[in-house]
């Protein structure tokens, strides 16, 4: 038998990299992730609260579509903005929802909905300029700013009798004149907040007034439990600077199926066009077709989806506020709660947040994010939080471990 030679790896200290790489950062969570499943594989058992997928199945018509166009040959190149049955229905169904006309060139179909944050930041942001985003919130805002070569700036969020609220003053005074952009994530992942009319007035007042590009992150648009949403570029003189991330991923759990859009003004989305040339060529051709089903075929499954997982967070709010020195809002829309463990950290005795969450792990299983893994926290800050995802885990398992957590605290 003969063995092939496997070569010695070339350090990275001998053959240096790009510079820009010390500035890439990544979601934190997955190694919170990572933790649990260790810790699963010594034999304990898991309570999954800490990344935001979900467990719940795709409807089947929308995998039934999948499978037609693949049986149909769809499995090669399609147009880098994406197929146009696609682009047409985005531009309906984003449109219908938010008072707005759109056509199918302000749609460009994107393999996932965090591709329109990088795309965004590339095509209107230059190196040195600042972008504001919001704080604690999604960790892929500032990496990618900082990526790029911006100067990434957040803004905080305030904690108010019915949850939290963005701090405006703050927005106001970060505004300068290298500022380019401000990300918005209103139905905010992790905190679950969303804004007040007059919030979303306030931020389109100031991106209008210093002329600013806005991204409206809208993952969650659709994932709410009672009320309606509205979209920041709803608002007079908003649509013509703003570009809405949309995503499949949420509301028809098609988070492994990467597929997205980024609706923008039109010669913006040309620019991002050319990106997707440039990044993957295309979205995949097969599961653009299951796009098109979701949003024009039966809408019976995102239904149940949804009763599910107001199930689900109605047993966590209820459990977590049972709990002495935790306190959570209940959010309308999302699948994130953000619960203030101040009191029952210090009732414990543990003064740091990872220790925490190490310990609840180890004593219950209950596996979720701290604050910490949503940006670093702003001065100033003296409040505890965790994040709960409850997309992953059943209502019974809800119960369960969240019971041990209880239980654990007030030991």
Known sequence: ???????????????????RLDRLGTETAFAVSLAAAEWGARGNRIFPFHLGDLNLSTPANVVEAMDRAIADGKTGYCPAAGIPQLR????????????????????????????????????????????LYPNPGYP??????????????????????????????QVRSLIGPKT????YNDLQNPIGAE???????????????????VLSDEAYFEM????????????????????ILYTFSKKFAMTGWRLGAAIAPIALADMI???????????????????????RGDQSGTAVLLNTLRARRDAAVSLLNATPGINVQTPEATFYLFPDVTEAMARMGITDLAAFAEAALHNTGVSFCTRRHFGRPQPGEVEQYIRLAYSGISTEDITTGLGLLREWVTA
Not at 3 to 13: C, D, G, K, L, Y
Not at 140 to 165: H, M, N
């Open 180 to 183: 380019r952009a401000i990300i």
């Open 88 to 131: 047409e229905a985005l531009a309906d169904d984003v449109g219908a929802r938010r008072g707005l006309q759109y056509s199918p060139a302000n749609v460009v179909v994107q393999p996932g909905g965090k591709p329109v944050i990088t795309k965004f930041i590339q095509a209107v942001m230059n190196p040195g300029e600042e972008v």
């Open 1 to 19: 038998m003969t063995h092939t030679q496997v070569p010695t790896e070339t350090t990275p200290a001998q053959m240096p990299m790009a510079s």
């Open 273 to 295: 066009a050319k990106l997707n040339t440039n990044d993957e060529s295309c979205t995949t051709h097969f599961v653009q077709y299951a796009g098109v089903e979701g949003l």
């Open 140 to 169: 892929i805002y500032e990496s990618q700013i900082e990526y790029f070569g911006g100067v990434a700036k957040a803004y905080r969020y305030l904690p108010d009798p019915t949850g939290f609220r963005i701090d405006i003053d």
């Open 224 to 243: 709410r439990y009672s009320g309606t949403s509205s979209s920041i570029a709803s608002l007079p003189g908003m649509q013509q600077r703003t570009v």
């Open 195 to 213: 804004s007040t009319d007059a919030e979303r007035q306030a931020i389109a007042q100031l991106a209008i007034e210093h002329d600013l590009w």
